[in-house]
């Protein structure tokens, strides 16, 4: 079997949720782990825009790269944060994702999350990280609260990045 083939199967089989044969490949041949489709995205980052936490935490346990870039800068953790997949998002972080990752736009994932409606649970996920840096700007000088507020969901949450909260004390100024 050639890599070629044995790359696309575990990149179906993780769309598939097929945990079992993931397991297979990833025992068979484990550098598929690290996989790209023609976009660059691996598994990871299909487990986790699929909200597959199961296979997520396989492949982290497998060594998969949390900060894996796809060819527009896409980390795992922007997948997860796009289509509002908390559980994953804290897998992640676990597993030393880059929370202020930024893609090739300078959007981290919290200006990610801060355009998915019913976000508040994966923003939380965020925010909570001792890293976070709520206040950064994308390449059009948006913070991710100043998205939120745009598009009137959650927005309340994102202002606990306001420079006012100091995220070492936990008090207001």
């Known amino acids: 079997m050639d890599i070629a083939s044995i790359d696309r ?3 179906w089989a993780v769309n ?3 945990i079992s044969e993931v ?3 990833l025992e068979l041949d484990g550098d598929t782990v690290n996989a790209r489709d023609d976009d660059g995205y691996t598994p990871l980052h299909r487990a986790c825009y699929n909200n597959f936490v199961d296979i997520a935490k396989l492949l982290l346990q497998y060594q998969a790269n949390p900060n894996a870039r796809t060819e527009l800068g896409w980390t795992p953790l922007h997948s997860a944060c796009k289509w509002n997949n908390a559980d994953c998002a804290q897998l992640l972080l676990q597993f ?3 929370v202020n990752a930024e893609s090739d736009g300078q959007q981290t994932p919290l200006h990610i999350t801060s355009t998915v409606s019913n976000c508040r649970n994966t ?3 965020l925010l909570l ?3 976070i840096e709520a206040r950064k700007e994308n390449n059009s000088e948006e913070t991710a609260a100043v998205i939120a507020r745009r598009n009137g969901m959650s927005y309340v949450i994102f202002e606990s990045g306001h420079e006012a909260y100091d995220c070492n004390t936990g008090l207001l100024d």
Request: net charge negative; proline share 0%.
């Open 9 to 11: 199967m575990i990149l």
């Open 16 to 18: 598939e949720n097929r």
């Open 23 to 25: 397991r297979e490949i």
């Open 96 to 98: 030393g994702a880059d």
């Open 123 to 125: 923003a939380t996920v």
């Open 129 to 131: 990280d001792r890293n």
